[in-house]
């Protein structure tokens, strides 16, 4: 994800995209997104006017402009929308338009079929009359834009150089207003909007983008100048240590999860950054967070206000757990007041929960659907903070007021954008910490809880497969979809470490997979005690370990789990020259029974999968194991998979994707009203069936 404070990077002096249209546009629009300063994320718009050839090959203007949803610093030409400007310019002629008749208008302008819906913000740039125009929310603008005294500061910047556009609700009247600046002044080099953002425009594509920089770096020195050391204040409050802050975040986010959580899953994120301590820990941080949000595109993502808790670190760990189960419950009430006093007919309440949650001396906690959602209110907040540093040198900071915030968050054609996620999955916002996840069994499971929209906590001995394993469930389902953690499921200290990892990574966990394994065969009396002893401290006292861990964050969630242990088929049937396996696998069973009984009651359900003779990507049989197995039945190695399928039943193999899957029915609502229950994943094996 893209949160950088560099500058973003100056046009370029050799290669250039070829000619002036769709593949300059897209290259200009990367390089404004590549700044967060310059455009929130998902936020902004640019366009060009070109001449295409249209299906009968005449020339025909076209106007090529982002699409609702997407992101300038990722958007590539498919994401533009095209529309025939011939269309669009004559209503410039119009008084006014309303929001529905202007989308449904703008619809019929299409240039081609399949292309994106249109910016909200289309007409700016159809009425601006340039042939390449930028929209952008750069925080020195919005600091400016959000002043009392916004008009007067922008001519004091830019002087006749610039119009300012009082605010007013983006779509068709905001855009002719800009569009009637710009075209009775030639010599106007940009248009601010008032508590929204900047226009810009040029003959080029370079052009343009040199113009949005140098107006940006106009209004970032005159703040400069007037830069103020303490912007927010006397700090009054003591930042916490990095261990201290960890540890107190380990106890607090599963509480503040799992309030969260009444309706969905939902997924925490945690900054502790300079940035916001600085502002979390000062005397202005209440007076200026409670004003509202900073820009109107923030709301959706952001909600209007945060919640900052009634907390200090001196009141310990406790009270953090009390202010933020207190905070949340005062924030959904002033919520549902917030949605009563200003919904209309029609109007259905978003989840109430806050997106922003500012702990003083901790720093910043966002959550959502899923971690791209948390890193989303995570980068506006930031920007925000930017933006109310410089409110002081501009003389205040004032938003929206909670009528018009309640109009930008309800408002269709914002929501529209949120219409255009997938459906939702199975396992959204749920986390799932599996161990023994870099291989086989384990590495299986995460592909497929992966699948259905789970973040995935890969925990392993093996570090570089652990990594590996995370890695490719990131690049295929998306940012900080998995993370790796080191766990020795013997060592207790490791196991609660990388709970902790997971705690801080996403909140909490909601799904634990006990798979990690060990195996060896011997006659009894060849067992050595050494070789009892770790097969009971891994399968045994391991798989106790992670559960109780794994119950320590579910109560504190306090809205039920789920954890599935591996087993094996010889916890039921015996194992000849298998004893201290087999045992230890027995013992894991029961165990999760008896913790069915202890969880039930708060809604944590402990389930059993008993697969036999996985030998496909399992590290377990690419050991001593294999060949172990194979002397005890006398058959060479090579045989063992024709030899356990003879025996199955059903005459199969069984994969590690076959395991996967019952886990996975364990793990979701399909089962969510079975505990202490066992399947068996072994291709039928009459001697382990379940009675």
């Not at 404004?32 to 310059?38: E, P, Y």
């Not at 081609?112 to 925080?139: C, K, N, Y």
Request: hydrophobic share 45%; with cysteine.
């Amino acid at each position: 994800m893209n949160d950088t404070d560099q500058r973003c990077p100056t046009w370029p002096a050799s290669q250039p995209p070829a000619g002036e249209g769709l593949a300059a546009l897209a290259h200009r629009s990367r390089l404004l997104g590549a700044d967060r300063r310059i455009v929130n994320i998902f936020g902004g718009n640019t366009s060009v006017k070109s001449i295409e050839r249209d299906h009968l090959g005449r020339a025909t203007p076209v106007l090529w402009v982002k699409a609702s949803g997407s992101d300038l610093a990722s958007i590539e030409p498919k994401h533009f929308a095209g529309l025939r400007l011939d269309d669009i310019e004559p209503l410039f002629a119009r008084p006014t338009m309303s929001d529905e008749d202007m989308t449904a208008y703008l619809d019929r302008c299409a240039f081609e079929p399949g292309r994106p819906r249109q910016s909200i913000e289309t007409l700016l740039h159809a009425f601006t009359p340039a042939p390449h125009v930028d929209h952008t929310h750069p925080d020195a603008i919005i600091a400016i834009a959000c002043s009392p005294n916004g008009a007067a500061l922008v001519q004091q910047v830019f002087g006749k150089r610039a119009a300012f556009v009082p605010y007013i609700r983006p779509g068709f009247d905001l855009s002719k207003q800009i569009g009637a600046a710009v075209r009775n002044n030639p010599d106007l080099e940009c248009v601010v909007m008032g508590k929204h953002g900047l226009v810009t425009w040029g003959d080029t594509a370079a052009a343009c983008y040199a113009s949005t920089l140098r107006i940006i770096g106009e209004a970032e020195a005159f703040l400069a100048a007037k830069a103020n050391p303490s912007p927010f204040g006397p700090t009054t409050i003591t930042r916490v240590s990095a261990a201290e802050r960890d540890t107190l975040l380990t106890q607090v986010l599963p509480v503040i999860r799992g309030a969260i959580s009444q309706d969905r899953s939902m997924i925490l994120s945690v900054d502790s950054s300079d940035d916001v301590l600085n502002f979390t820990t000062s005397a202005q941080c209440a007076a200026l967070a409670m004003r509202g949000a900073a820009c109107p595109d923030h709301l959706v993502h952001t909600k209007r206000v945060p919640l900052l808790l009634d907390w200090q670190p001196e009141h310990g760990a406790d009270a953090l757990i009390t202010a933020a189960t207190a905070g949340i419950a005062r924030f959904v009430s002033d919520y549902r007041d917030y949605f009563q006093s200003h919904a209309q007919p029609g109007d259905t309440m978003a989840a109430p929960w806050p997106r922003i949650i500012l702990i003083p001396g901790i720093g910043m906690v966002t959550t959502g659907s899923d971690a791209f959602a948390a890193e989303v209110s995570r980068q506006l907040y930031r920007r925000a903070i930017a933006v109310m540093r410089h409110a002081d040198v501009v003389g205040g900071f004032e938003t929206l007021d909670a009528a018009e915030s309640f109009a930008i968050e309800y408002w269709p054609l914002e929501l529209y954008k949120l219409s255009l996620k997938p459906p939702p999955k199975p396992l959204d916002g749920h986390v799932a910490l599996i161990t023994g996840a870099a291989s086989g069994i384990g590495r299986a499971a995460a592909a497929r809880l992966a699948r259905d929209g789970a973040h995935v906590v890969i925990a392993d001995r093996n570090a570089d497969g652990s990594a590996e394993v995370a890695a490719a469930l990131t690049a295929r389902h998306g940012f900080h979809r998995a993370i790796a953690t080191p766990m020795d499921v013997t060592s207790e200290a490791a196991v609660d470490a990388a709970f902790t990892a997971a705690t801080l990574a996403y909140g909490g966990v909601d799904i634990v997979v006990n798979n990690a394994g060990i195996s060896k065969s011997d006659p009894i009396e060849a067992t050595s005690l050494a070789d009892w002893q770790l097969m009971f401290d891994i399968l045994a006292t391991g798989y106790f370990l992670v559960a109780r861990a794994a119950f320590r964050v579910l109560r504190r969630q306090a809205c039920g789990g789920a954890l599935v242990f591996v087993a094996s088929k010889n916890a039921v049937a015996a194992g000849r020259n298998a004893g201290a396996y087999s045992a230890a696998k027995a013992a894991e069973l029961h165990l999760a029974r008896c913790l069915a009984e202890e969880g039930g009651g708060a809604g944590i359900r402990v389930n059993t999968v008993l697969p036999d003779a996985v030998l496909s990507g399992s590290s377990i049989w690419n050991s001593s194991w294999r060949a172990d197995r194979a002397a005890t039945y006398g058959i060479a190695e090579t045989e063992l998979e024709a030899h356990y399928r003879a025996r199955t039943t059903l005459k199969v193999n069984v994969l590690p994707d076959d395991v996967a899957e019952a886990i996975a029915f364990f793990a979701s609502a399909a089962s969510r009203k079975t505990t202490g229950g066992v399947l068996t994943v072994d291709g039928g094996v009459p001697a382990a069936y379940v009675r």
